[in-house]
């Protein structure tokens, strides 16, 4: 190449990454790269990492908390090197993450995906039944991002009619509050085109408890994405991690979304416990009011406004005991 032809710079989207190569879409094609020494900087890896990964050198990088520099979402400026493949030079501002701790590490931040619109909470009507507070760490961690929730329910078909007036009450619950919910069964057919209207146009991200039918559903959504699915465990009531990495995916009728592995928990990374119930939708009006003002954890505290809206009904119970099982599963232990 002669020293006066530009060198050709291109812009795309992380689809997907495995270690060291990142998959930038562009026009259909996903293109693998590697990054620039000047993002490797930034590339550290937590000291946990090093049996599981003896090629990789932990670097003392002062002032950086995240583990890698970018992420599946990732908007990228990448050199073409004419071959097929690339190297991404720069990550270009994000406008929304998704982040949670760093496996194996206490101090570092990992952007799962970024650049998302909706966050789609996906949890079975049945097999696996639903862990409502499973359900609620999930829409929580959402707004923790500020990333809008939309719960998708799956397995319609698998509901039994006894069950049917109570799963669909607690549904209801959150339409209240305001979370758009849609009921889907990838086996017969239902709410397909309700998913469809919800998803297009628009970047998503499906989370939600090993074996809920994420990726049948998108599958169903789009017959030849060709997603792997797995049978849950019939007696443990779970999935069993079928899919194990992340990945985006175009959708023909408009937008893209991003399927995950089983993720138990995501967006709490920088949350101070006083600041959980602001998480809770319908808590947040409430927030302030009790006689300990913002101390309040709304817990055993006396005149706490929060428990007088649940005394009276306007706050669901479930929602509060959920609210209650948050703070101590993110404060009683590590995050
Ligand atoms: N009855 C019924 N079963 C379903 C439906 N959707 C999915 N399943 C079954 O649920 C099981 C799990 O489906 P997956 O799509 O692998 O679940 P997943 O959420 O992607 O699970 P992970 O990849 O492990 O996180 C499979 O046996 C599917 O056949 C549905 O609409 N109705
Ligand atoms: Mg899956
Ligand atoms: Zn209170």
Redesign the pocket.
Known sequence: MSLDTPTPVRSGVVYKKSTGTYYVNIEGENIPCSISSRLRKVLIYPTADLSSNPHHRVQKVEDISQVDPIAVGDDVNFIDAGDGTGQITEVLPRWSQLTRRAPGSKVLEQVVVANVDQVVV?IAAA?PSPRWQMMDRYVAGAEACEIPAVICV??M??LKPRDEADVLSVFEDYRRVGYPVIL????DGTGMDEAKAVLNGRTSVFV??????????LNALQPGLGLR????NINLDK?????TGLEMFPLEFGGSVV?T??MKTFGFWDVESQDVALLFREMRPYVGQCRYGLNCQHDTEPNCAIKAEVLRGKISERRYHSYLYLRQYLYAQDK
Not at 229 to 232: C, H
Not at 239 to 243: A, D, I, N, Q, W
Request: hydrophobic share 30%; no cysteine.
């Open positions: 996906v097999q799956t397995k078909d698998a889907t069964s990838a086996a939600g408890m090993s074996g809920v039918g994420k990726s049948t559903l699915v797995g049978q849950i999935g069993r991690h079928t899919t399927d592995p089983g």
